[in-house]
């Protein structure tokens, strides 16, 4: 017989408890998973837990799809038809310090659907909106804007205001009561 440290059979030893500890362990987990969850508890307690469990095993059962007006799904809704006119609105999409809006024109030019924001814009960048002005953006079928500019009107012309429209021509006034027009497709004062 071949002679041995006795670091080696120690070791030996250390992992067959181990390993022992472990199989004991398992077979404890299984007995007590295999037991009922009840067990130990009052019995008024335990066949309430028994019964909400029969009702959750019941319901998951018989699962049926939701009906739409009980809290499905809405239905698609079509956009809202596009109006065309002037609409008394003080803001648009641009911070009042860059332009000051005194109402918005909307409606068709050409094949294009045209928001005309009237109002003021500084004279010099940074001082506040004095100038009168139209400000002009494209609106397409999903409700994204595109500036086409900003037009000043003649130096000393105070805020603007669309009075009419007639054809693609915008009527507009000033606060001084100043009338001028302006026409969509060339974007020029006349």
Same mark, same amino acid.
């Given at each position: 017989?071949?002679?041995?440290?006795?670091?080696?059979?120690?070791?030996?030893?250390?992992?067959?408890?181990?390993?022992?500890?472990?199989?004991?362990?398992?077979?404890?987990?299984?007995?007590?998973?295999?037991?009922?969850?009840? +067990?130990?508890?009052?019995?008024?307690?335990?066949?309430?837990?028994? @019964?909400? @469990?029969?009702?959750?095993?019941?319901?998951?059962?018989?699962?049926?799809?939701?009906?739409?007006?009980?809290?499905?799904?809405?239905?698609? @809704? &079509?956009?809202?038809?596009?109006?065309?006119?002037?609409?008394?609105?003080?803001?648009?999409?641009?911070?009042?310090?860059?332009?000051?809006?005194?109402?918005?024109?909307?409606?068709?030019?050409? +094949?294009?659907?045209?928001?005309?924001?009237?109002? &003021?814009?500084?004279?010099?960048?940074?001082?506040?909106?004095?100038?009168?002005?139209?400000?002009?953006?494209?609106?397409?079928?999903?409700?994204?804007?595109?500036?086409?500019?900003?037009?000043?009107?003649?130096?000393?012309?105070?805020?603007?205001?669309?009075? &009419?429209?007639?054809?693609?021509?915008?009527?507009?006034?000033?606060?001084?009561?100043?009338?001028?027009?302006?026409?969509?497709?060339?974007? @020029?004062?006349?």
């Amino acid at each position: 017989m071949k002679w041995r440290p006795f670091g080696t059979i120690a070791k030996r030893l250390v992992w067959i408890g181990v390993v022992g500890v472990a199989v004991v362990a398992v077979g404890v987990g299984t007995v007590l998973a295999g037991a009922p969850v009840t +067990s130990g508890w009052p019995a008024a307690k335990a066949r309430l837990y028994d @019964q909400e @469990q029969q009702a959750v095993a019941q319901a998951r059962a018989n699962l049926r799809p939701k009906l739409p007006a009980a809290g499905g799904a809405p239905a698609v @809704q &079509a956009a809202p038809a596009r109006q065309a006119g002037v609409i008394a609105m003080r803001q648009g999409p641009f911070p009042r310090s860059t332009f000051d809006v005194r109402d918005v024109w909307q409606g068709p030019v050409g +094949s294009d659907w045209i928001l005309a924001y009237a109002g &003021a814009a500084p004279e010099v960048p940074g001082a506040p909106p004095t100038r009168g002005a139209l400000r002009l953006y494209r609106e397409s079928a999903d409700m994204h804007l595109t500036l086409l500019g900003t037009f000043p009107a003649a130096e000393g012309t105070g805020p603007l205001t669309v009075t &009419a429209e007639s054809g693609e021509v915008l009527r507009l006034r000033t606060d001084s009561g100043t009338t001028l027009s302006f026409d969509l497709r060339t974007h @020029q004062y006349q």
